[in-house]
């Protein structure tokens, strides 16, 4: 199939398709900072916040933290792996990645349920609204993260689209970086 | 990584570095952040947790997302969002942050920091004691997180909730009172307890000053103070009296 031209030409020196992935990153940058920045004057604001934030479970962040570190760390493998022209070996650490992924949710929707069961909910309060939104924004990175790595690694099975596996890394990475801020943000800081 | 050193950077991914040794780096930094707590102090746990994740983060962010061998425009791109990101925090935390001022009062934060996290904690005490009563595992639980209830200190209420306002002798000299009108109650003024009895401030403490035809600016504590913490606090303001 011909390459429509935008994908074989840069001004800058970046592939196009790395650029327009880092051009989505600066955007959350900005839309994940501006959450956060907003959570912590609220939380400084308001001590009283320790209290709710000290029904979260920092083993359950730290688990959840873990999970999304390996996937990390196997999402770069399937990067190297596609670099070598290897894409059954991309493929297979992308799968290893959503698995991790998958994972991440699965505890994130015990953890939800046990909270809101017991009557913590978005409506409780300030720390809780925050809770559910930031946490919540985030697990939606991590379901649309999934299911793009899913058709790239469908690709890459076959050999083809190879320079996606990195694109999906990159975002991948940042998704993590998200969460090593949300972490501290609302399982630690109690 | 001698990458670091490369002078044109135009692959950015086909530099290599050792990702096992990072992976187990960002393990051993996250093992840190959860035990940095566990000495209790306060800013121990400030480092370990966000000094830490800043730590990790600049790992992934240089490492994985091979940001140290991107194009610089990447690096200045990505530092104009984060600036933003602090320009926002410097512009509104002093009004978020911050209850009151010179000329301004905060009622609703005030009122929110005084009143606590209060209702899903009882609604959770509520359920907890239910589950306690049918043996449920659940319930058990639940009790060790709820926290303890302990007899009610009219004098710290006071101090946290009141003293804004009415000042710390009671005489409605408190910081917030100079942007009030009408002034808050003065209770070291015998006049004022002359023509009020218990039962009638207990009402104006949970229900508010529009309750009883006052200023609307008291606000209700009702949701915060039960029928015999407000009698107690009260009993407390009357040690103001002259």
């Not at chain 1, 999402?75 to 792996?81: N, P, R």
């Not at chain 1, 991440?104 to 929707?109: A, D, I, Q, S, T």
């Not at chain 1, 320079?163 to 609302?186: K, Q």
């Not at chain 2, 909730?161 to 910081?175: E, F, I, L, N, R």
Request: proline residues 3%; neutral net charge; hydrophobic residues 50%.
């Amino acid at each position: 199939m011909q390459k429509p031209i935008a994908t074989t030409r840069s001004a800058t020196g970046i592939p196009t398709g790395r650029l327009a992935i880092w051009w989505v990153l600066a955007s959350e940058v900005v839309i994940f900072g501006g959450l956060l920045a907003s959570y912590l004057m609220f939380r400084l604001g308001h001590p009283e916040w320790a209290n709710a934030a000290a029904v979260t479970n920092t083993y359950i962040g730290a688990f959840n933290t873990f999970v999304l570190l390996t996937s990390s760390f196997t999402a770069v493998l399937a990067h190297q792996a596609a670099e070598n022209g290897d894409g059954k070996l991309a493929a297979k650490y992308l799968t290893m990645t959503i698995a991790g992924a998958l994972i991440f949710l699965v505890v994130k929707g015990f953890e939800w349920s046990y909270k809101i069961s017991h009557g913590y909910t978005i409506t409780s309060n300030g720390f809780w609204s925050f809770y559910y939104t930031a946490a919540g924004l985030h697990a939606a990175h991590v379901i649309a993260g999934a299911v793009i790595m899913a058709f790239i690694a469908a690709d890459a099975a076959k050999g083809r689209e190879l320079h996606r596996v990195e694109l999906i890394g990159i975002y991948w990475h940042f998704v993590d970086v998200v969460w090593i801020f949300l972490f501290p943000l609302l399982y630690i800081a109690k | 990584m001698s990458g670091h050193n490369d002078p044109k950077g135009e692959q950015a991914g086909a530099r290599h570095p050792n990702y096992k040794q990072i992976y187990f780096v960002l393990l051993g930094l996250l093992v840190v952040s959860v035990l940095g707590p566990e000495f209790g102090i306060g800013w121990v746990t400030l480092i370990t947790a966000f000094g830490i994740a800043l730590v990790k983060a600049n790992l992934v962010l240089q490492n994985f997302m091979h940001l140290r061998w991107e194009k610089r425009i990447m690096k200045w791109m990505l530092s104009t969002s984060v600036v933003l990101m602090f320009l926002l925090f410097a512009g509104v935390a002093p009004d978020v942050m911050k209850h009151e001022g010179s000329g301004w009062i905060n009622d609703a934060a005030l009122a929110a920091t005084a009143r606590g996290i209060g209702a899903p904690h009882h609604d959770v005490e509520a359920a907890a004691t239910a589950e306690h009563a049918v043996g449920g595992v659940e319930g058990e639980a639940a009790v060790a997180e709820a926290p303890v209830e302990q007899a009610f200190d009219a004098k710290g209420a006071y101090g946290t909730v009141c003293t804004t306002c009415h000042g710390p002798s009671g005489a409605g000299d408190g910081p917030g009172a100079a942007a009030l009108n009408p002034k808050p109650a003065n209770f070291a003024d015998a006049a004022f307890w002359a023509s009020r009895t218990d039962a009638h401030l207990v009402k104006v403490i949970r229900e508010g000053g529009a309750s009883v035809g006052k200023s609307a600016l008291m606000p209700a504590w009702g949701g915060l103070y039960n029928e015999a913490q407000a009698k107690a606090l009260v009993a407390y303001i009357k040690t103001f009296k002259k």
